[in-house]
Nanobody
Framework: EVQIVESGGGLVQTGGSLRLSCVAS????????MCWFRRAPGKEREGVAC????????YYSDSVKGRFTISSEKAKKTTYLQMTALKPDDTAVYYC????????????????????WGQGTQVTVSS
């Protein structure tokens, strides 16, 4: 059984930093793609940052580019989202999504492309 577990959310002031972690268990293959999505109250779900474990191909949404960094430890099947210069608009529930598979020079960025999801972790940025 595949399980996706996120951690690292919390409350931070504007300009602060947080690091989210996502661990996948139960994968059969070594390769995977992971993506962080977020949903704020009254807003649509947004793909924030994604990474492919085999070649570290990454994707960032325009809203976080230059402030967030996604990285992966393939052997641990763990992905991190380092968030800096946080703004109140970053307040949301952050979800990790994952797929097993080989991804070279590409990474899925749409929610319907991912099979496995975590429960979400709340990030709140106070002004």
């Amino acid at each position: 059984e595949v399980q996706i577990v996120e951690s690292g959310g919390g409350l931070v002031q504007t300009g602060g930093s947080l690091r989210l972690s996502c661990v996948a268990s139960g994968f059969t293959f070594d390769g995977y793609a992971m993506c962080w999505f977020r949903r704020a109250p009254g807003k649509e779900r947004e793909g924030v940052a994604c990474i492919a474990s085999d070649d570290d191909t990454t994707y960032y949404s325009d809203s976080v580019k230059g402030r967030f960094t996604i990285s992966s430890e393939k052997a641990k099947k763990t992905t991190y989202l380092q968030m800096t210069a946080l703004k109140p608009d970053d307040t949301a529930v952050y979800y990790c999504a994952a797929n097993e598979g080989w991804y070279l020079n590409t990474v899925p960025t749409e929610a319907d492309e991912y099979d496995y999801w975590g429960q979400g972790t709340q990030v709140t940025v106070s002004s």
